[in-house]
Each structure stands twice: as C-alpha cells, then as structure tokens.
C-alpha cells in the first residue's frame, strides 16, 4: 500500500484489528477480576477456561496484527508534533506490542505448570508448554498477573490519555486517525 492511500488515517483492516484486541483487553480484565483466585488445588472452571480462550485468541489476533503492521505501512505523523511525542508514541506501542505477546504465553505456560488444559472455546486444545509443575516454572502466573494488573493498565491507561490529549488539547487528528469510520 502506497503512503498516499493510508495518508489520512489507519487502514480499515489496522483499525478492526486495533479495536478487536482492544474489546478482547476489556474482555480479559473482567473475567480476570471476577474469576475465582488460583491456588495449587485450583480447578479450571468456567471463568477460568474463558479468560484462558480469550488469551489464546488475544495471543492469535495480537500475531495477525503485529504481520499486519510489519507488511502494510502506517500513515504518516501528523505535521507539528514534536519529536519527543513521536519517539514515545513509538515506544508505547512496542511495549503494547509486547505484552500482546508475553502476556499470553506467560498464561499458556502457567495454565500448562498448573495441569490446566489450555482448550479454546471448546474447539480445540493447545499443546502444553511446559511439564505439570516443571521446576522452575512456578512464578509465571505471579509475573502474569503483576505485568497485566501494573504495567498493562499503565500503558493502557497512557495510550488513551495521549488520544484524549491530541483530540482536546492539541485539537490534532491523531485520535480521529483510528477511530472506526473516520
């Protein structure tokens, strides 16, 4: 895709892919709050099992989007923005990136440490990554929760933050960019 096609804005395809792992964020943290604590006797039940598909396909539309954005180029920056902002929109996006990854796999492996069949939706089961209580696996689920519950919302929460910024106070079009329709 030339630069002049997506001049104004994020491709139809950027924007379903940026909105649908953002519903499948809001999804995760709600079965995540209300599903029951995990201890060693823990048994998968139905919280647990929807919170462990919907982070495989998180995992799954997290692969289709980074391809997505690795073969397609992303419009250009708006004139006037400083440096500064650029720079950090740039790193804010590669922590998001990552975490789209790690996160997931780090309950994909907790899930397999803790004997949890990691099945999605019902349809099918991932293979485990690791042993039932491999050693040295044990902290996964702890790193999982901490990097979700500080870092995620952290970023999530400045991520949004720097939209409303561009669309109250700079009055740019760098959130209208990727709002569906625009």
């Known amino acids: 895709m030339s630069i002049s096609e997506n001049a104004l804005g994020y491709t139809g395809t950027a924007k379903a892919l940026h909105w649908t792992i953002v519903t499948l964020l809001i999804v995760q943290f709600v079965l995540s ?10 048994k998968p039940e ?16 997290a692969i289709i989007r980074l ?3 690795a ?5 250009p920056p708006e004139d006037g923005l400083p440096p500064w902002q650029l720079q950090s929109a740039r790193v804010m996006h590669w922590l998001l990136y990552g975490l789209l990854f790690v996160l997931p796999i780090l309950g994909w492996i907790n899930a397999s440490y803790r004997g949890f069949a990691v099945s999605v939706f019902g349809l099918f089961e991932l293979p485990k990554l690791v042993a039932t209580r491999a050693p040295g696996f044990g902290w996964t689920g ?31 079009r760098v959130l209208q960019r990727m709002l569906p329709g625009a």
């Open 142 to 172: 702890d790193v999982h929760g901490l990097l979700a519950n500080y870092l995620m919302l952290t970023l999530v929460g400045l991520h949004v933050a720097a939209g409303l910024y561009h669309y109250f106070i700079r009055r740019d």
């Open 67 to 69: 391809t997505w954005r």
């Open 33 to 42: 709050w209300t599903m029951p604590e995990i201890h060693r006797d823990t």
């Open 46 to 61: 139905t919280l647990i099992n929807l919170h462990l598909s919907f982070g495989a396909l998180t995992l799954g539309v």
């Open 71 to 75: 073969t397609h180029a992303e419009p």
